[in-house]
């Protein structure tokens, strides 16, 4: 029985057989730091610590037999004394030619969570990983909030996402974005973690700058976030431009209203000189009008004064404390806006707007000088797009969706459905 896991997950505390209280260590989660400690507290010498990191980050090890270059009686020591936390891939299901690929994975309590694996053209290899089971945020037009928050997830599992595909797939993956299910920030002591390990040159040597942490906009965070000083990429869920109609789309508008979430983002921008993405899901009739096009590039453009994003720097590498204003005050806009073309979730009585809504919204906005993309679609026929992942079953995981409205017959129509069972190809 689990009676205590520390928030980030790498020490936990259980009721063994007979009664006997252990405290279980995750290697996976730990820093080189933490697995040094670890080594030599088991009177082995400090680079064991390394060779630990090395076989549960980039190789991937599931278990300590693998471990190969340790000897028997360690590894026998070592799964006395501790644990590496594994996902197992319950199913999968892919499209657009096998390049975008949906996974259901169990964790060990038996919880599952989905991950969605999507390669470009360009060569960018990368993962959308869940944070949370569920999420208690209650966006009303997202498939995650529907049944609430069960709980975070751990650093490990979080990283272990990433680690399965790899091994899954036998590719190197390059960007990561915290934009599946949950909210990141609300588990941020995990999440931080895991964007540390992941970027580390001891574990999957991810840059900085490719990875992107998506947030509903939980104020306290962002700052918090922002005084780490890391190259992090942050997408902020905005979704509308005023508060009359924000507080109706995502309830936490309530607690941080668009303005004191449009000056986090703003000091984001000033204390890491990263530019600052704002996320907007266009829903036909509700958010997606072009005065409401026009209201946002206004109060980007105001917001934008005299702030603007510093290019250089070399990846993984936060800004060095006290680095003068000036040197973040040039360059080019700070802020863009990501419009996602709302994705049916079942049951959910909003559209999706034709492709002239999106172009004349984008109009409104290239008018106002605010850079802005349309975010191409990816999986949205497996429910694999941002917004539809959610507590799933095998059974349920490649059900259809309701037919895709009238513009999106460049859709391809049918997903390919592969189910594999458990085991990882290593
Ligand atoms: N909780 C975080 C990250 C996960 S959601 C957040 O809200 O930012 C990632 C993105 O997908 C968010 O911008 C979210 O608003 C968007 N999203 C949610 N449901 C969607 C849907 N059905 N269609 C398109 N985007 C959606
Ligand atoms: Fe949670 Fe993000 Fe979905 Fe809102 S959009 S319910 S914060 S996952």
Redo the contacts with the bound molecule.
């Keep these: 029985m689990l009676v205590y896991r520390d928030r980030t997950g790498v020490f936990e505390g259980r009721v063994a057989p007979g009664g006997r209280a252990e405290v279980v260590i995750d290697l996976k989660g730990m820093t080189l730091g933490e697995l040094e400690a670890f080594a030599s507290q088991l009177g082995e010498p400090l680079y064991r610590g390394r060779q630990l990191a090395h076989w549960v980050y980039p190789r991937g090890a599931t278990s300590f037999d693998e471990m190969t270059d340790l000897s028997a009686s360690l590894r026998a020591r070592l799964a006395h004394e501790a644990q590496v936390t594994s996902l197992t891939r319950v199913s999968e299901v892919s499209t657009d030619a096998g390049d975008t690929i949906k996974y259901l994975l169990r964790l060990a309590d038996g919880a599952t969570i989905e991950t969605v694996y999507m390669r470009y053209k360009d060569g960018r290899h990368s993962v959308c990983v869940s944070t949370q089971v569920g ?1 208690g ?1 209650g ?1 009303t ?3 995650t909030g529907l049944a609430g928050l069960t709980r975070g997830l751990t650093a490990a599992e979080i990283i272990d996402q990433v680690i399965l595909v790899q091994r899954l797939t036998g590719d190197r993956v390059s960007n990561v974005v ?3 299910m ?3 920030l609300a588990n941020y002591e995990a999440t931080l973690r895991a964007v540390r390990l992941l970027n580390a040159p001891y574990g999957l040597s991810i840059g900085m700058r490719h990875l992107t942490l ?3 906009g939980l104020v306290p965070q962002i700052r918090r976030l922002a005084a780490e000083r890391l190259q992090l990429t942050l ?1 902020i ?1 905005l ?1 509308a431009p005023t508060d009359a109609l924000r507080d109706q789309l995502v309830p936490i508008n309530r607690r941080w209203p668009v303005a004191q979430l449009l000056q986090a983002g703003a000091d984001y921008v000033l204390q890491t000189g990263r530019r600052v993405s704002f ?1 907007y ?1 266009l829903l036909e009739g509700i958010n997606d009008t072009p005065a409401l096009a026009a209201t946002l590039g206004d109060l980007l453009q105001s917001q934008s004064v005299g702030l603007t994003i510093r290019e250089a720097g070399s990846e993984g590498e936060g800004i060095p404390v006290g680095i003068s204003q000036t040197d973040i005050l040039r360059g080019p806009n700070p802020f863009h806006v990501n419009l ?1 073309p ?2 049916p ?1 079942y049951g959910m009585q909003y559209r999706r707007p034709a492709r002239a809504r999106v172009e004349a919204f984008v109009s409104e906005l290239r008018q106002r000088a605010v850079p802005v993309t349309v975010r191409l679609e990816r999986g949205v026929e497996i429910a694999a ?4 992942l959610q507590r799933t079953t095998e059974a349920t995981m490649a059900a259809p969706l309701p037919a895709p409205p009238a513009d999106e017959k460049a859709l391809p129509q049918r997903a390919r459905k592969r189910v594999g069972e458990g085991k990882a190809k290593s």
């Design positions: 999420c945020m966006c037009f997202c498939a915290f934009m599946g949950g909210e990141p998506s947030t509903v997408a869920s979704h996320e899901v996602i709302w994705n979730v797009a941002c917004g539809q």
